[in-house]
């Protein structure tokens, strides 16, 4: 049987110093994430704080659908870089505005995860946060195009 559709229930939301989807600059905001207490206890986040880094994945709620990308498109709208189709990118015009980020977890406190390099805008709901182990980490080399890297060089700070 094929599913042609499914709900989501956020498990909570940022909160963050940005409410704007400013491209660059993610480590300088500070951020964390707030568990929906009407479905979980503290107990939910016990043992992450024993990992380095957490993934999440947020939904870019924001994200208007007649803005929704399905076709290619530069990155960004740089005509200097290539016309790339949108599963070969990040944006966050994504068909099912999904976004994935791995964060340095700095703590845990009750039900609030606080984290490095989460860029996601104050309010949006996350939808799951896994730990990262070396062992779903990619084996060998990574590659990636030059204008891939250029994108990514004031990314973080």
């Avoid at 016309?83 to 700095?106: E, M, S, V, W, Y």
């Avoid at 939808?127 to 973080?156: N, Q, T």
Wanted: proline fraction near 7%; charge should be negative.
């Amino acid at each position: 049987m094929t599913v042609s559709h499914f709900t989501l229930k956020p498990v909570g939301a940022v909160r963050s110093g940005r409410d704007e989807p400013i491209d660059d600059g993610w480590d300088a905001i500070p951020a964390h994430i707030e568990l929906d207490d009407n479905q979980f206890g503290p107990e939910a986040l016990f043992g992450l704080d024993g990992f380095s880094h957490a993934e999440v994945i947020f939904l870019f709620d924001r994200v208007a659908e007649e803005k929704i990308e399905r076709g290619a498109r530069h990155p960004r709208g740089n005509k200097d870089w290539p016309l790339i189709g949108i599963f070969a990118q990040r944006g966050k015009n994504r068909p099912n505005r999904l976004g994935h980020t791995i964060c340095r977890i700095l703590k845990v406190d009750g039900l609030t995860l606080y984290l490095e390099g989460l860029d996601a805008i104050d309010g949006t709901p996350v939808l799951d946060i896994k730990p990262v182990m070396s062992g779903f980490l990619p084996r060998g080399e990574v590659s990636e195009p030059d204008w891939s890297l250029e994108l990514m060089a004031g990314y973080w700070s």
